[in-house]
């Protein structure tokens, strides 16, 4: 029987032993990818570089999609994913729940940042972020850098609060869904992302490509981080350096950099660091939402 006495005396021994442990394998390698668009088009999408990144880190690949943000953060959390792509704010909300490690950014034209726009269509009268009082609105999802995070704290900036100053408030899910809504007059007006003022994202979305021309911006934000590629903290170092390796020479290859420009107007990846995204841990705090 074990003493009590020789159970104290080993036990830092045993927190010693496991702490130099490697990290975990898994036998199957969980990928997340942020839902920019519907989960089906996401894992279509996706699918070349999940085969692409197989072949890599030699070992199966699978993708996951959740319904939301908020999800890939749980999933990362939950232990369910390995690694994922996420959004600036989910970055944010799975460094701090998850404690997950950041360990890749995107750049796009030379650029790591980004723009959130608020929109709407030319027909309408709404000509500065004032204007939305009283009007219906657009968001992405509330764990959305461009599509609710950002547009927030510029609305607060310009004296609009939009719990209580906009008509009504929809959540459509994804960016492709928020330019629908606005096209189609669910909404008065949105939000959404642009990597390149003027140029409007996943326009491949929109079925009649003349409506692009329907669009207007109200406002642009400052530049903001982009997003990112984040893993389990407790995966095998090995591994987590074949992940990070993989995504880093997608873009050495004309393949390579046709797969990443499919799924998040994306040119390259860069090593990341965890402070790459504390203007958007201010911009959590600035608009009152707790991580």
Same mark, same amino acid.
């Given at each position: 029987m074990i003493r009590l006495a020789d159970l104290a005396r080993w036990l830092p021994v045993a927190a010693i032993a496991l702490a130099l442990l490697p990290g975990y394998t898994p036998r199957t390698f969980r990928m997340g990818f942020t839902p920019v668009e519907s989960?089906?088009? /996401?894992?279509?999408?996706? *699918?070349?570089? $999940? +085969? +692409? /990144?197989?072949?890599?880190?030699? /070992?199966?690949?699978? !993708?996951?999609?959740?319904? %939301?943000?908020?999800? !890939?953060?749980?999933a990362l959390r939950g232990k369910k994913v390995d690694a994922a792509m996420l959004s600036p704010a989910a970055m944010v909300m799975a460094h701090r729940k998850a404690n997950a490690k950041p360990i890749l950014k995107t750049r796009y034209k030379g650029k790591t940042s980004y723009h959130a726009v608020i929109f709407t269509t030319t027909e309408s009268s709404i000509r500065g972020i004032k204007d939305l009082k009283g009007r219906t609105f657009a968001f992405v999802d509330p764990g959305s850098t461009s599509g609710f995070v950002i547009p927030s704290l510029m609305m607060l900036r310009a004296g609009v609060k939009p719990d209580r100053d906009l008509k009504h408030v929809m959540n459509a899910g994804t960016h492709d869904a928020v330019m629908q809504a606005v096209l189609h007059g669910q909404a008065e007006a949105g939000a959404t992302f642009q990597k390149e003022k003027g140029v409007w994202p996943l326009a491949d979305t929109v079925k009649n490509p003349a409506d692009l021309k329907r669009l207007r911006v109200v406002a642009y934000s400052d530049p903001i981080p982009d997003q990112g590629i984040a893993v389990n903290p407790d995966l095998d170092p090995a591994l987590q350096k074949?992940? +990070? %390796?993989?995504? $880093?020479?997608?873009?050495? !290859?004309?393949?390579?950099?046709? /797969?990443?420009?499919?799924?998040?107007?994306? %040119? *390259?990846?860069?090593?990341?660091? *965890? !402070?790459?995204?504390?203007?958007?841990? %201010? +911009?959590?705090a600035a608009i009152g939402r707790k991580l």
């Open positions: 989960g089906a088009a /996401m894992v279509q999408i996706t *699918e070349p570089v $999940v +085969a +692409a /990144m197989a072949k890599a880190i030699g /070992m199966r690949v699978v !993708t996951f999609v959740a319904a %939301d943000y908020v999800g !890939t953060v749980e074949k992940v +990070a %390796d993989f995504f $880093v020479r997608l873009s050495d !290859t004309p393949e390579g950099r046709k /797969m990443i420009a499919k799924f998040y107007q994306v %040119d *390259e990846f860069v090593p990341a660091a *965890e !402070t790459d995204w504390k203007p958007i841990e %201010d +911009a959590f």
